[in-house]
T-cell receptor
């Protein structure tokens, strides 16, 4: 079955370090998205991509970057991790217009 | 600024009760409204609504959209303990990204 997988599931790191979270989908979807989920805020959009070599900033993009070198993967990089970036991160993908986004199981990131 | 507001924020009911969850929105370039259920991990898709007045139904769950009044409701009849979860409402704009509400936390007690 096609799916979307995130890795690692849990990560603890220190402030100032660079961190990369992986997202891989096997649906061959063009659209991919990264969200973070925090208590009191719900899910907020970080970055998204409509296809290879395309990336766009979302509502809370500061301190994050993404790159899209193939259809299957959209890694999320925290250039210099900050404690405010402690969160649960979800990756999602969709086929296109009027198609729902499907989510990975999330990465719980703690920055000490 | 786009806004999605869900109410109530939390709800406790007994098994067998019927619940109604609310979602109101203000979004430019509306494309669709989606409902998700989130238990311990990933939000799982329930419904996508694009047209007013057309009810979507899946088992004991149903949902409807009012594009004139800018809201949607999610109904769950004959609730079961397995319905306990956070229910998320999201609105999709023309850019395909989702703007989420903060969710309604539902607890169904035996």
């Amino acid at each position: 079955d096609a799916e979307i997988t995130q890795s690692p599931r849990h990560k603890i790191t220190e402030t100032g370090r660079q961190v990369t979270l992986a997202c891989h989908q096997t649906w061959n979807h063009n659209n991919m998205f990264w969200y973070r989920q925090d208590l009191g805020h719900g899910l907020r959009l970080i970055h998204y991509s409509y296809g290879v070599q395309d990336t766009n900033k979302g509502e809370v993009s500061d301190g994050y970057s993404v790159s899209r070198s193939n259809t299957e993967d959209l890694p999320l990089t925290l250039e210099s991790a900050a404690s405010s970036q402690t969160s649960v991160y979800f990756c999602a993908s969709s086929e296109g217009p009027n198609q729902p986004q499907h989510f990975g199981d999330g990465t719980r990131l703690s920055i000490l | 600024e786009d806004k999605v507001v869900q109410s109530p924020l939390s709800l406790v009911v007994h098994e067998g009760d019927t619940v109604t969850l609310n979602c109101s929105y203000e979004v430019t370039n509306f494309r669709s409204l989606l409902w998700y259920k989130q238990e311990k991990k990933a939000p799982t898709f329930l419904f996508m609504l694009t047209s007013s007045g057309i009810e979507k139904k899946s088992g004991r769950l149903s949902s409807i959209l009012d594009k004139k009044e800018l809201f949607s409701i999610l109904n769950i009849t004959a609730t079961q303990t397995g319905d306990s979860a956070i229910y998320l409402c999201a609105v999709e704009n023309s850019g395909y990204a989702l703007n989420f509400g903060k969710g309604t936390s539902l607890l169904v007690t035996p």
